[in-house]
């Protein structure tokens, strides 16, 4: 694999057929064959974030750990949030980020508590003496075909994490945000194209994208910056943890003109133009890297 992202070659990156693997949920990185890039090896920081603060959810592996090792290496301090079942994939995280000569603060606890959302936040807040970039990335996603099937509890839990959690967490976040603050969003392709057996979790990402354009425009006034970002297929623990069914874990990404799953190293410079002061002036936007297909 390059070493950097200006020599990086996309033929390098994995296509299918993948292994078959399923994992009970929430998944580990460390368990997925082939393993994701998430920029270990190759992200190199050049001082974009020097001093920041960010919290991250659901930043112990895929779309998030590739932030969370792109902000340590551009000079923030980082905490992140994961359930305890992915202590495992936390702690790389945490190593990490401390190689990188910064902060870690490791945040264990299920966001679908409202409590727990708000106690993350001043915690995040005590552990790196401040905010400045808030990402809202956690999610579950679980696949079902027909709507007959997606039990009230399942689409509780699929609300409660997605858009209820963002809700609380930024809410929470907002007493401490000034000036250059900036809040990123994950959404979703799927928000643009629904696919047949995510209806709950599409529904989901459609929202995220008109709560984050309608909240850039209530804290411009305060000089804070709120984006989404739109993925489309990653290479990341959601998918072979009961996102998509075994087969179509085999075959992901090849339904995208470049016929392969990004991997989450490729969302990273994203992530940092938009929690950087050089995305000045880009506020209520969803950014899309979606392989060619959908999305904004
Ligand atoms: P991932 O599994 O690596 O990350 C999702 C994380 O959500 C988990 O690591 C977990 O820590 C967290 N999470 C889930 N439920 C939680 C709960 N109740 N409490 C606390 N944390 C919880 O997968 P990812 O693909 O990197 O997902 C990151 C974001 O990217 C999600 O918002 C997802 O919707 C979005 N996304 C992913 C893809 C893709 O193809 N992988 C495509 C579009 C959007
Ligand atoms: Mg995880």
Not at 40 to 64: H, V
Not at 236 to 259: C, N
């Amino acid at each position: 694999m390059a070493s950097d992202g200006t020599s990086r070659q996309a033929a390098a990156y994995p296509r299918r057929p993948f292994p078959r693997q399923e994992q009970p949920w929430p998944g580990l990185a460390s368990r997925m064959d082939p393993r994701p890039d998430h920029g270990e090896t190759s992200y190199r920081g050049s001082g974009r974030l020097t001093g920041r603060k960010a919290l991250i959810t659901g930043g112990d592996s895929g779309i998030g750990r590739a932030a969370a090792i792109a902000f340590a290496r551009e000079g923030a301090d980082v905490a992140f949030n994961y359930l305890p079942a992915e202590e495992a994939d936390a702690q790389e995280v945490a190593a990490l980020i401390r190689a990188a000569g910064r902060t870690a603060v490791p945040l264990p606890g299920d966001i679908r508590d409202e409590a727990f959302c708000t106690r993350l936040v001043a915690d995040a807040v005590r552990g790196l003496g401040g905010l400045d970039i808030l990402v809202n990335n956690a999610a579950r996603q679980h696949s079902v075909d027909s709507l007959a099937d997606i039990t009230t509890e399942q689409f509780d839990e699929t609300l409660k994490t997605n858009l209820y959690a963002m809700f609380w967490i930024t809410r929470a976040a907002m007493a401490h945000l000034k000036d250059g603050a900036a809040i990123i969003n994950t959404s979703s392709v799927t928000a643009y194209e629904p696919p047949e057996n995510l209806l709950d979790y599409a529904a989901t990402k459609a929202a995220i994208i008109t709560f984050t354009k309608g909240l850039a425009r209530q804290v411009a006034g305060r000089g804070i910056r709120a984006n989404a970002v739109a993925p489309g297929p990653f290479w990341t623990p959601l998918q072979p943890s009961g996102g998509q069914p075994p087969e179509k874990v085999e075959h992901f990404g090849a339904e995208t003109p470049l016929g392969r799953p990004g991997q989450p190293v490729e969302l990273a410079p994203v992530y940092v133009f938009l929690a950087s002061g050089e995305a000045s002036y880009v506020t209520g936007h969803v950014y899309g890297a979606v392989g060619g297909r959908g999305g904004p």
